[in-house]
Structure formats: structure tokens, C-alpha cells
């Protein structure tokens, strides 16, 4: 069995907001659907296990886990918080990461971690995980990762507005599961650097994914319930995640 645990799922601000009083953020603190972490998981066979970037609060989630390896999509501080406080950690880990705007910080100084750059398309082998790295469009150097055990195959696309078309068509040769893919805006929101998340489905759609988790979702979207009515509105294979949200794939 292959185990996904999304322990953030928000941007970079969160949700809710500090200081903000928009219908996404008081729907939140009211009920409670919090996404407080920038997008962040955690995917495991019961045998090996490995982080997809590491947010603030994503390495205190991991102190009671040994960590084979931690994916970086891209060197935004959001993205890698947490890794300052890991890399003081006891045992080897290594983490594999695009060269493009590195911390010097952590190159420099990296505690317990053994630095890899990554290209696109070129295997990584992890424990009985084979992934492989593809360019995604951001402002800064930025990867998305295939990562495959079995017939599973999981797809992690954070941090891009639509694809690169190298990418697209590696991804549809590849029988995608699942698909977790940036959908920071609400409907015909138009940004630069983030997917809308029609956007976002169209992305899925497009490689094929059997199912589409939406991810990276920042309050300027839908307030949860309203995101969900109108997803489900819409398409039967698409999830609006959360923190702590669990999928398993058998």
C-alpha cells in the first residue's frame, strides 16, 4: 500500500490569514478548515518515506518519522522552512533539489542532509520509489516530481501556472493516479505565476490523471464549502484537500 499524507495545503500566507477578515479566512477560523501550512507531503510504503518539500510546520510533523529522502520543488522560503530546523536531525537524509536559486544557507551548511541537483527527466531511485524530476512554469527554477512504486504513480505539480509541453507529454505517457496540482485561485482568477482552479483541472485532465487533488489553495479562493459544492458541481475525480488529509492507494 502506498500512503499520501498532505500535511500542508494552503500558499504561502495560509489560511486564515493573520489579520485578514475576507470570507475565506472567517469561514476557517469559524469552522475550522484550516489550511495553515504552504503545501507540503509526506508519501510512504511502510518501508521507505519521503518528504515533497518542507514547510515551517512540516518538520515538526516529521520528528517522529524516519526520513529517507525530502523532494525540494524549488528554493521559495515557504517551501523549505522547515528544513532548518532538520537538518540538525541525527541521521543521514538525502535531499534532492533544482540547482537554480539554491539557500546558500542550506548548501553551505546542510547538518544532515546530503545535497543532490537535480535534472529534469533523470531517475532518482529511493528505497523501492523511482522518481523523476520535470520542469514546471514558475519565477524561479522549479521541479515537479513522478513518483512511482508499482502500477502507482503520483504526480506533484506545486507551484506552476499551466505546463511546459516536455513535461505534459512525459507526464501523459506515464499513467498518472493521482495528480496534486497548484490551485491557488478561485474561478477566473488570472495570475502570473499560479493555476486558477479550472485552470488546474484542465491541467490533470490533460495528462490524464485518474484522479486530481487540488493543492497550494491560498484565500484568494472559495471559502472551503463553497470550493467543494462547486468542484463537485462540476467533476467527479476531483478532491479539494486540506491539512492532514490521508489518501491511500492499494
Not at 548548501?107 to 522518481?131: A, C, Q, S, W
Not at 506515464?174 to 499560479?194: C, M, S, W
Request: hydrophobic share 40%; charged share 20%; with cysteine.
Amino acid at each position: 500500500m502506498l500512503t499520501i499524507v498532505l500535511i500542508g495545503t494552503g500558499g504561502s500566507e495560509g489560511i486564515p490569514v493573520p489579520g485578514c477578515n475576507c470570507p475565506v479566512c472567517n469561514e476557517a477560523r469559524l469552522y475550522k478548515f484550516l489550511r495553515r501550512s504552504t503545501a507540503s507531503m509526506v508519501i510512504t510504503n511502510y518501508g521507505t518515506t519521503i518528504t515533497v518539500d518542507m514547510s515551517l510546520e512540516t518538520s515538526s510533523y516529521t520528528e517522529e518519522l524516519y526520513i529517507d529522502a525530502v523532494l525540494v520543488t524549488h528554493w521559495h522560503h515557504d517551501h523549505i522552512a522547515g528544513l532548518y530546523k532538520f537538518r540538525w536531525g541525527g541521521a543521514p537524509v538525502d535531499l534532492f533539489a533544482p540547482k537554480g536559486n539554491a539557500d546558500p544557507e542550506i548548501t553551505r551548511y546542510p547538518g544532515n542532509m546530503r545535497v543532490h541537483f537535480v535534472k529534469p527527466l533523470e531517475t532518482i531511485y529511493v528505497g523501492d520509489f523511482t522518481i523523476t524530476p520535470f520542469k514546471l512554469n514558475h519565477t524561479v527554477e522549479t521541479m515537479g516530481y513522478l513518483i512511482r512504486l508499482g502500477r502507482n504513480s503520483v504526480a506533484i505539480l506545486y507551484d506552476t501556472k499551466g505546463l511546459p509541453s516536455e513535461t505534459e507529454e512525459f507526464l501523459k505517457k506515464n499513467n498518472v493516479r493521482i495528480a496534486l496540482i497548484d490551485a491557488t485561485y478561485g474561478p477566473g482568477f488570472q495570475g502570473e505565476k499560479h493555476n486558477n482552479i479550472d485552470e488546474a483541472v484542465e491541467i490533470g485532465m490533460s495528462i490524464g490523471a485518474e484522479k486530481i487533488v487540488l493543492v497550494h489553495i491560498s484565500h484568494h479562493n472559495l471559502p472551503y464549502s463553497k470550493l467543494v459544492k462547486y468542484v463537485n458541481s462540476k467533476w467527479s475525480n476531483v478532491m479539494v484537500s486540506h491539512d492532514g488529509m490521508i489518501i491511500n492507494l492499494v
